[in-house]
């Protein structure tokens, strides 16, 4: 089956740290921009960071620098790291393959993307 497999995921500190993973299952991301998502119970899904299949990186803008997107092409995985995190940083963080970036970055319906994963939960409280 064909899929993107996040991980990385967990209980963190406010100010704390994690690096989420996406894995491709049965592909490989080579040919693919990358995209980075979160949503939030009861709130509309956000576009964080995107990658460009030759490393071009973007990042929402109320991100602030926390947040470094990048991809290990060598080991066909995508990360996220995340830095200074807060508790509205709490959701379910997805990640989506497309070999069109655009659609990454000005964001389109889930169904419209290439590859889109089922997520790894982040929770950030003390």
């Known amino acids: 089956q064909l899929q993107l497999v996040e991980s990385g995921g967990g209980l963190v500190q406010p100010g704390g740290s994690l690096r989420l993973s996406c894995a491709p299952s049965?592909?490989?991301?080579?040919?693919?921009?990358i995209g980075w998502f979160r949503q939030a119970p009861g709130k509309e899904r956000e576009g964080l960071a995107s990658i460009s299949s030759d490393g071009n990186t973007y990042y929402a803008d109320f991100l602030k620098g926390r947040f470094t997107i990048s991809r290990d092409n060598a080991k066909g995985m995508v990360y996220l790291q995340m830095n200074s995190l807060k508790p509205e940083d709490t959701a379910v963080y997805h990640c989506?393959?497309?070999?069109?970036?655009?659609?990454?970055?000005?964001?389109?319906?889930?169904?419209?993307?290439?590859?889109y994963g089922q997520g790894t939960q982040v929770t950030v409280s003390s």
């Open positions: 989506a393959a497309d070999r069109r970036l655009e659609i990454l970055r000005l964001g389109a319906p889930i169904d419209e993307y290439d590859y």
């Open positions: 049965g592909f490989t991301l080579d040919n693919y921009a």
